[in-house]
């Protein structure tokens, strides 16, 4: 039964509404236990009212399913872990002949060969029953096809919040399985929302020559972990995927003429509005956060604090240091880089206004600028994809984009910048727990406290930007060749009782 309930996952992954690790565990999560077989494998179609327009295709394999009480067409092909395309192709059924369909029906069930218990919605509202009662929020069951990201947008809720609501680790995609509850914070019970059954939002890509995932990922603005999940794709597959494959793309629009872009959530319109009020988010914008020349009325927005946290919290939560200010030809290299892997998140080093997010500056790839409290401004560059849009508001360790190598980059990492009043800093004393290095090593050296928004402590070393001798503002950077400059003398144990700022 395993076997099979595998091989018939193994046929659907790329057409089926597949969630993430549906794959992995068949047995659990796409086919409920079977029952003994109650009807014969080899009995002859006899699909219910078939107005036999089109022929089914003839499967291998097949039973005949009687239609049991309060279960719906969705709910069987949910249950035999197949498609609803293929169970209507199965039985010539067209969406009208679908309300014709009662208890008692036969239907046939393709490519498998054991008949198994159907789970309806009722049993499903009966798990939920069972669920300890919520005050900040309300559970929605996943259905097949959904996933964290379907459910961020259905309730215009961050990614984040339901992550951290729902205990689920960041940085890789989500372990949510079919069936399972999801807490959506900030509603009621009654404003779960059912997503159209057997229908995903996205569209079917087909990967030309030589593109990769994280062409994708930018090109339509999707997250990779995003892609991974909607595609059941391990990291592994995702280096490889091959000219001529079908790649699931969720949450992208086609408009009909051939273009297709990314929705846009009610959030980012109503950030669009701000950034227009304000005039953030332009290229000249970017040019001037990018010398620290910052207006008032966007230090206004991004929040007037008497006085700062007083520590940057690291912005890839697993990421590693590669090089740092003053480093590269000439020393010109006015920033950090921070080494992560593809589909990690970039979070804010501290709140504040997104100022710009985009990929118009030359070398930086997608690049986000936050305008922080006291006119200070942080940089995150390379990301595979932005998350925010210019005019949204950020908190610490909100995630803001995924770790990638878009720009002048060679390897997936965050090149980060902090700059103030006309210069670059050196942010490294500033982050609270230290600078994180490989094997829970620390970068040697001091760390600050800074308090006041508008004057910076005299130990943060500051200096002009710099172009790169060879007229760049960015080197072609490499992290995993940079990173051979880090020698042992650089580094120390992070002390036992160190509590890294996640
Ligand atoms: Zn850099």
Request: no cysteine; proline share 3%; glycine share 16%.
């Given at each position: 039964m395993q076997e099979r309930a595998r091989a018939v996952c193994y046929v659907f992954a790329w057409s089926a509404l597949l969630l993430n690790g549906a794959c992995k565990d068949t047995a659990k999560s796409a086919v409920p236990a079977a029952k003994p077989v109650t009807q014969a494998a080899a009995a002859p179609p006899a699909p219910v009212a078939a107005p036999a327009a089109r022929p089914a295709p003839a499967p291998e394999a097949s039973v005949l399913h009687t239609i049991g009480d309060g279960e719906t067409l969705w709910d069987i092909a949910r249950s035999y872990g197949i498609t609803m395309k293929d169970l209507m192709a199965a039985n010539g059924l067209?969406?009208?002949?679908?309300?014709?369909?009662?208890?008692?029906s036969q239907i046939k069930v393709p490519g498998v060969k054991e008949v198994v218990d159907v789970e309806t919605s009722s049993d499903r509202a009966a798990q939920r029953q069972a669920l300890p009662p919520l005050t900040d929020g309300a559970y929605h069951i996943l259905h097949h096809g959904e996933s964290l990201w379907t459910l961020a947008r259905l309730y215009d809720v961050p990614i984040e919040a339901l992550m951290q609501r729902n205990g689920l680790s960041e940085d890789s995609p989500a372990p949510v399985r079919e069936g399972e509850p999801l807490i959506i914070p900030g509603?009621?019970?009654?404003q779960v929302k059912q997503s159209k059954e057997g229908k995903r939002d996205g569209v079917m890509h087909e990967v030309s020559r030589g593109e990769t995932v994280w062409d994708l990922a930018h090109s339509f603005q999707v997250s990779v972990a995003e892609i991974m999940t909607a595609n059941a794709m391990t990291a592994e597959e995702v280096v490889r995927i091959h000219d001529g494959q079908k790649i699931f793309l969720p949450g992208v629009e086609d408009d009909g003429r051939g273009h297709v872009q990314r929705k846009e959530s009610a959030q980012q319109r109503r950030a669009q509005a701000v950034a227009r009020r304000l005039g953030l988010g332009t290229l000249e914008a970017a040019g001037l956060l990018l010398h620290g020349l910052v207006e008032p009325r966007w230090i206004k927005a991004a929040g007037e604090e008497?006085?700062?946290?007083g520590t940057l919290r690291w912005p890839v939560a697993q990421g590693i240091y590669v090089r740092g200010f003053g480093s590269g030809q000439g020393g010109y290299h006015k920033a950090m880089d921070i080494m992560g892997k593809m589909g990690w998140n970039v979070r804010a080093s501290a709140g504040g206004i997104v100022g710009y997010s985009g990929n118009k500056v030359s070398g930086f790839g997608n690049m986000i600028m936050v305008v922080h409290s006291g006119g200070w401004v942080t940089l995150y560059a390379h990301n595979s994809v932005n998350f925010v849009a210019a005019g949204e508001r950020v908190s610490k360790g909100g995630v803001l984009a995924e770790v990638g190598s878009t720009?002048?980059?060679?390897?997936?990492h965050v090149h980060f910048e902090l700059i103030f009043d006309g210069k670059n800093c050196d942010p490294a004393p500033l982050f609270k727990g230290g600078v994180h290095y490989h094997k829970g090593k620390l970068l040697r050296g001091s760390q600050v406290v800074w308090r006041d928004p508008r004057k910076r402590p005299a130990s943060v070393i500051c200096a002009r930007r710099q172009k790169h001798p060879?007229?760049?503002?960015?080197?072609?950077?490499n992290p995993d060749k940079d990173a051979q400059h880090v020698s042992d003398a650089d580094v120390v144990d992070a002390p036992a009782n160190a509590s890294p700022d996640p």
């Open positions: 067209g969406t009208r002949d679908i309300r014709r369909l009662h208890k008692g509603i009621k019970q009654s008497k006085t700062l946290a720009g002048r980059s060679q390897g997936p060879l007229g760049q503002t960015v080197d072609a950077e």
